[in-house]
């Protein structure tokens, strides 16, 4: 179980959050072709490693945020609004 | 739904209530609380209850307002302090309905199937959360040392209801083990 810190309530339980995947996707434009559309639709880093990635507080808030979560050790180090990069978060 | 009665905790449902959401912009924050009647709305994880109304922190700029039910027109007021473009007032009486849980082993029996860290350290009088009972979304506020309100959607009362029941029987249990 993970002790995640919204950046907004605290730290809470996983289980009052949801996952949503990588952070810091940019959409592309829509006239892209096809073949840059695909990777932005489904190609995804997997590091072993540190993490940015999108979670929702969906039973608190409701507000999404991002952490940067080790994916070998599950040692979350930081917990940033999404307006914010990893590197500028405290 | 039967009151528990019990020498260390007392759960009971409360009668219905005047609920209204809101989402307001920093600008009208203040002429909110005034229309409320408080000196700012509250901050993160806290309610305020003043005068007979109850208003709990729900997000970064969203709280509830909760006050006895057909007293005063409360989201006519709302909107008009917030102003049109400021925010968002919703009435949402039906949304949710109130357990309250009393005595001095209310905690414990929370402990039996919420995760939220209620102790004294991290909560206490004045605090609120949204949360988890068992798997039901709830918002919990601690109204004073020893008492908790519970709001609930109404289709997972009964369902919350029976978990905080189990947890009273539980605690009662070990009352009774320990004489």
């Known amino acids: 179980m993970l002790l995640i810190r919204c950046p907004w309530c605290g730290e809470r339980e996983e289980t009052e959050f949801r996952y949503g995947g990588q952070a810091h996707i940019a959409t592309p434009r829509s006239d892209v072709d096809d073949a840059s559309w695909a990777r932005f639709l489904f190609h995804r880093d997997n590091p072993a490693g540190p993490f940015a990635e999108r979670w929702v507080h969906i039973h608190g808030c409701r507000r999404w945020f991002h952490i940067v979560r080790d994916t070998l050790t599950h040692d979350i180090t930081r917990s940033y609004l999404p307006s914010e990069s990893p590197e500028d978060a405290g | ?179």
């Not at chain 2, 020498?7 to 209530?17: E, G, T």
């Not at chain 2, 912009?25 to 305020?48: C, H």
């Open chain 2, 1 to 179: 739904m039967a009151d528990s009665e019990g020498m260390a905790v007392r759960l009971q449902s409360l009668p219905q209530a005047t609920q209204v959401g809101f989402r307001v912009t920093l600008a009208s924050q203040m002429s909110a609380a005034n229309a409320l009647g408080i000196p700012a709305l509250p901050g993160v994880n806290r309610f305020i209850g003043a005068g007979g109304l109850l208003v709990l922190w729900l997000g970064p700029d969203e709280w509830l307002l909760i006050a006895p039910d057909g007293m005063v027109e409360w989201e006519s007021r709302l909107r008009n302090a917030i102003g049109a473009d400021q925010g968002a007032v919703v009435d949402v009486s039906a949304n949710r309905v109130g357990f309250e849980l009393s005595g001095p082993a209310a905690r414990d029996v929370l402990a039996s199937c919420c995760a939220l860290d209620l102790h004294p350290r991290a909560f206490g009088p004045g605090g609120c959360g949204q949360t988890l009972i068992a798997k039901a979304q709830v918002i919990l506020a601690q109204t004073d040392l020893e008492t908790y309100r519970i709001l609930v959607r109404p289709s997972f009362a009964n369902y919350v209801a029976a978990w905080l029941e189990d947890g009273v029987a539980g605690v009662q249990g070990h009352a009774k083990a320990d004489l």
